[in-house]
């Protein structure tokens, strides 16, 4: 069995940052790109920053420079540090990955920013 496991969403004011994971089981996780997205209410989904297996990095234009995504292979294990964050930064975030032959989605972790 393939899990995606998402944590570390929360409520934060604008400014503040969180810093979510995703933690996998039943891949070989190193030798996958990983990717994170998120959904706001009434939106499609996005992605909003990919890591690939030797550690390049892309971001959506909105988040370039103040979200980092990084891995750790011997924790099967991405990250996405969130800093400066913005109301417009309020979705479910979800962690995804291309793996044994099929698209493989966590369940998502919740991130509202708030005045």
């Known amino acids: 069995q393939v899990y995606l496991r998402e944590s570390g969403g929360g409520s934060v004011q604008p400014g503040g940052s969180l810093r979510l994971s995703c933690t996998t089981s039943?891949?070989?996780?190193?030798?996958?790109?990983m990717g994170w997205y998120r959904q706001a209410p009434g939106k499609e989904r996005e992605l909003v920053a990919r890591i690939t297996d030797t550690g390049t990095t892309s971001y959506t234009e909105s988040v370039q420079g103040r979200f980092t995504i990084s891995r750790d292979n011997a924790r099967n294990t991405v990250y996405l540090q969130m800093t400066g964050l913005k109301s417009e930064d309020t979705a479910v975030y979800y962690c995804?990955?291309?793996?044994?032959?099929?698209?493989?989605w966590g369940r998502g972790t919740q991130v509202t920013v708030f005045s």
């Open positions: 039943g891949i070989n996780f190193k030798i996958y790109p």
């Open positions: 995804n990955t291309h793996a044994r032959g099929s698209d493989r």
